[in-house]
């Protein structure tokens, strides 16, 4: 677990600023994914990476934007936050099989 | 897309009781299904995992099961302990690389 951290662990921003929250693996694997956990909702993929340079998006993607220069680190952008991207945001790994996540940012957008 | 259904949304048992949680999904083509634990104001954590081609695995109290058929698969805790209390997670997918479709959890509590 602790190969995988996520900066900052707790954002407060205001509506309309853009933020970005890292994601960085002190492993090599190919696949990262950002997902959003809100109350009963569970997780839900925001987007991911197969590789650096390499991204897709999630069923909720709108809003957001990531790049993948290098394999170790995963960032995610708000472009103009919203009150309704107010949630906890984990990055996650897949060495193979299995998704490991992060530690979590937990965001507030006033 | 996958659907992953996740039933109960609580659960409360009694210490040593056991707790079964269930999960569905639409896609005949997901071949693998982990559980994840999640306690309060952490990581969710993986606790077991099953694929597509075993019905079902055991590690200690925890067990999976699963019918492909019916394209179901729960997840059993046997002798419940307080520490068991959590928010658990299913999930499906297909291959690796494959984003997970994730159930909306399962709050447990486990009463002393």
């Known amino acids: 677990d602790a190969g995988i951290t996520q900066s900052p662990r707790y954002k407060i921003t205001e509506t309309g600023r853009q933020v970005t929250l890292m994601c960085h693996q002190t492993?090599?694997?190919?696949?990262m994914f950002w997902y959003r956990q809100d109350l009963g909702h569970g997780l839900r993929l925001i987007y991911y990476?197969?590789?650096?340079?390499?991204?897709d998006k999630g069923e909720v993607s709108d809003g957001y934007v990531v790049s993948r220069s290098k394999t170790e680190n995963f960032p995610l952008t708000l472009e103009s936050a919203t009150r309704s991207q107010t949630s906890v945001y984990f990055c996650?790994?897949?060495?193979?099989?299995?998704?490991?996540f992060g530690p979590g940012t937990r965001l507030l957008v006033l | 897309g996958e659907n992953v259904e996740q039933h109960p949304s609580t659960l409360s048992v009694q210490e040593g009781d056991s707790a079964v949680i269930k999960c569905t999904y639409s896609?005949?083509?997901?071949?693998?299904f982990p559980w994840y634990k999640q306690e309060l104001g952490k990581r969710p954590q993986l606790i077991i995992d099953?694929?597509?081609?075993?019905g079902e695995k055991k590690d200690q109290r925890i067990a999976v099961t699963l019918n492909k058929t019916a394209k179901h698969f729960s997840l059993h805790i046997t002798e419940t302990q307080p520490e068991d209390s959590a928010v658990y997670f299913c999930?499906?997918?297909?291959?690796?690389?494959?984003?997970?479709?994730f159930g909306t959890g399962t709050s447990l509590t486990v009463i002393p």
């Open positions: 999930a499906a997918s297909k291959t690796t690389g494959n984003q997970f479709y």
């Open positions: 492993w090599s694997h190919s696949y």
């Open positions: 996650a790994t897949q060495p193979q099989e299995t998704q490991y």
């Open positions: 896609d005949s083509a997901s071949n693998y």
């Open positions: 990476s197969a590789a650096a340079d390499i991204t």
């Open positions: 099953i694929r597509s081609n075993v």
